[in-house]
């Protein structure tokens, strides 16, 4: 169960409200407790989240006993939602702006997806409407098949939310950020809308994959089936991440996406050749020892991030780039590797 804190939050502290479409059942009727299990039809949420005053970007600042809304995330309000009040309501609140969709990846948590998720808002002072899409992870490293299968169930519920998130007025896009085994999902719902001819969702979405555990092979045939996308789908990657490591052993050494070499001239020319954008970010700073949650410090970063992609052009460039932690910017290979040698 999630429970609300009986404490008032700060003065000082940020309130961020936060929506959630799960697959995940709940574990009693009319409750916002979700478990490992599969629901039969999407549970929907509103969740008023709190962040601490002493909050340090890229961290979720955990309960340490009792709840405490001065020294840690809490969540101050909550409500389940029906299927047309949760469609409704994030329609009117988004007017002409964007909505923010995030799915994440495997062995995670109801609770640790809506924390991160709200660490990532409060980070980047996102304006637009925040969106949880949960699947049943089992929250468990022993899980990852169990995952892997909760993933595939997921497929036509997600479809179904872009889908929605399209239908509503004005001209704002709906921003997708996938991480891990969820970009997994992410691929399957698009290409799955691309076969439906759902080309007018498609054309609503700017994507990020966020270390994809996607075999590249398999990668390459959804990219096939989707096409270029209006806005170049983006990936993040770090050759160093551990946990990719262990999905290419599990899974017969098959290469993963999010470990992709943007050094590589093959990596380069497909990337522009398929209309994506490769950013290698194994330069950020984790404390993380699988070194698999970096994109989560990028939210700090995003908006001098996007100015200065802007400023260069490259905001909508396909191609393979480098993070440069210096200037928050993305930066070509040799650029940067040219830079280093001769500052």
Known sequence: ???????????????????AAT???????????????????????????????????????????????????AIVDQRTLDERTFFRTISAQAAQGDVGVFIHGYNVNFQEALYRLVQMVADANID????????????????????KEAVTYSRDDLASLLVRLAARPGSGETV?????????????????????????????????LAAPDIDSNVFETQLAVIGRMRKPITIFVSKDDVALQVSELLAGDSARVGKLDVNDPKVMDAAREKGVQVIDISAIATDDSLKHGRFSALASMS?????????????????????????????????????????
């Open 176 to 208: 997708v950020l996938a991480h891990s085994m969820g970009s997994w999902l992410l691929m399957e719902a698009l290409r799955q809308l691309k076969l439906q001819g759902r080309d007018d969702v498609l054309a609503r979405l700017k994507v990020f």
């Open 128 to 147: 637009g409407v925040p969106v949880l899409f949960s699947w049943p992870s089992q929250a468990a490293i022993s899980g990852y098949v169990a995952d």
């Open 1 to 19: 169960m999630l429970a609300t804190v009986s404490s008032p939050a700060p003065e000082s502290s940020r309130q961020h409200r936060v929506y």
């Open 23 to 73: 697959t995940r059942a709940r574990a009693a009727e009319g409750t916002n407790a979700y478990t490992a299990s599969r629901s039969k039809q999407m549970n929907y949420a509103r969740f008023d989240v709190s962040v601490p005053p002493g909050h340090v970007a890229g961290e979720i600042e955990w309960p340490k006993g009792a709840l405490n809304p001065q020294t840690s995330f």
């Open 303 to 343: 908006p001098r991030l996007t100015k200065d992609s802007r400023k260069q052009g490259l905001v909508d460039e396909a191609g393979a780039f480098v993070f440069d932690v210096a200037s928050a910017a993305i930066k070509a290979p040799f650029r940067l590797a040219s830079k280093i040698v001769s500052p």
